[in-house]
């Protein structure tokens, strides 16, 4: 119904990231050109056409010369983190050759270190932070120690509070100053509690205990739903009763809303609650409600899209195919208007060329609706599967 038209919104996303690549960006997996590598990369898998592996092997040695010869942080989003994930990633599933024993080894030591050092300090943000950090090693085929060493970090900054356990969000405290003057907890993938019980479920996956982390944090995040009368059935940041801190209303997105929420329960085996929460999303959201301005991964349209699209791989449930089908029209709607492929900041849309926020992961997003052979596992490094 829609492949011939994906087929020719890739085909442009390829030249255009092609013409966006040739200037000068910095590197990293969801901001950066790292993260392009994996586009390329099923973009490959889904034509068969060598210059796209070609482009994947250019990017991993321009991101491997970047650490060596660049100053730059640790994080998972735009720093060392994120970039070792993707090259990981990469041979994982065959896309990158090579021995890379000798770089990892330096690279395990150092974001071991910093990983246990930020969640001892309770900088746990997953983007920004040390959180972020154990993807990498999750990636990975044998568990680090250091994810052992993580729990414990995690276990140690847990605060007990009504219907559970959560974390205290001190990053949004830091960096938003109109929230209230009290202890705030965050619902979002990006920077709060999905992506720390997210990592978690993914930990004890690998075999290792994590206590009751996981389901005390499940819990005490469907205890702070919103009463009855909201679009959305989750707000964005609440205080230690639960209370929303600001508006009710959450957004449609990867980022912030009641997606990632849902996503966090389905991986956490809170399946009934996860679907109730996709149905709802699913029969009650819009663009306009859901404050939907663009395609991206975050929170646009294609992210949309490509949730539901998961969702259903992970269920099997014909309503959340009916629901990525739904945004994925959004999505080629969006690029037949003057809006384009953009990213919508400041009342304007600017090309953008990363994972999370350009055209590299509205591509991904576009290749897994119509890829139905291949497992979309790029959208590990966002906590989607």
């Known amino acids: 119904m829609y492949e011939k038209r994906v087929t020719h919104i890739l085909k442009d996303i390829s030249q255009q990231l092609d013409q966006l690549l040739k200037t000068n960006h910095q590197p990293g997996l969801l ?7 994996l586009f390329y990369a099923y973009y490959y898998q889904l034509t068969g056409k060598e210059k796209y592996l070609n482009k994947v092997h250019e990017l991993v040695l321009s991101s491997i010369d970047a650490m060596a ?10 720093g060392i983190a994120g970039m070792v994930w993707c090259v990981q990633h990469l041979m994982n599933q065959g896309f990158v050759d090579g021995d890379m024993e000798d770089i990892f080894a330096e690279v395990d030591v150092l974001l071991g270190n910093q990983m246990i050092a930020d969640l001892n300090s309770k900088q746990y943000d997953f983007l920004h932070e040390g959180l972020g ?6 990636e990975k085929e044998t568990p680090s120690p250091c994810l052992t060493q993580a729990v414990k970090a995690l276990e140690t900054a ?6 559970g356990i959560s974390w205290e969000d001190h990053f949004a405290r830091d ?8 202890p705030c907890y965050n619902l979002g993938l990006a920077h709060g509690m ?4 997210g990592v978690l479920s993914r930990i004890k996956a690998k075999g290792i205990d994590t206590g009751n982390l996981v389901e005390k944090g499940l819990d005490w995040m469907l205890s ?18 639960g209370v929303a801190l600001t508006a009710s209303h959450s957004r449609m997105g990867w980022c912030y809303g009641d997606l990632p929420v849902a996503m966090t329960l389905l991986q956490g085996g809170y399946t009934d609650k996860a679907c109730d929460i996709l149905t709802h999303s699913v029969q009650n959201r819009d663009i306009k409600n859901g404050m939907v301005h663009d395609t991206c991964i975050c929170h646009g349209s294609a992210g949309i899209a490509h949730i539901f699209n998961r969702a259903y791989l992970q269920t099997q449930e014909p309503l959340f195919r009916q629901g990525a089908e739904k945004w994925l029209q959004h999505t080629i709607d969006f690029y037949e208007s003057p809006a384009g492929l953009g990213f919508y900041v400041d009342g304007k849309y600017e090309m ?5 926020e350009g055209i590299a992961g509205v591509g991904l997003a576009l290749i897994a609706a119509i890829d139905k052979d291949t497992d979309p596992a790029w959208d590990r490094c966002i906590l989607l599967s």
């Open 31 to 37: 901001g950066g050109h790292t993260g392009c590598a």
């Open 69 to 78: 010869t660049t100053s730059l942080l640790p994080t998972h989003c735009n």
């Open 133 to 138: 950090i154990a993807l990498y090693f999750l």
């Open 158 to 163: 847990a605060t007990d509070l009504p219907g």
């Open 175 to 182: 960096t938003v100053p109109t929230l209230p003057d009290e």
């Open 194 to 197: 999905p992506a720390i019980i």
């Open 224 to 241: 702070v739903s919103n009463p009855p009368g909201f679009p959305s059935l989750y707000p964005t940041v609440v205080n230690n009763a």
């Open 352 to 356: 953008k060329e990363g994972l999370l």
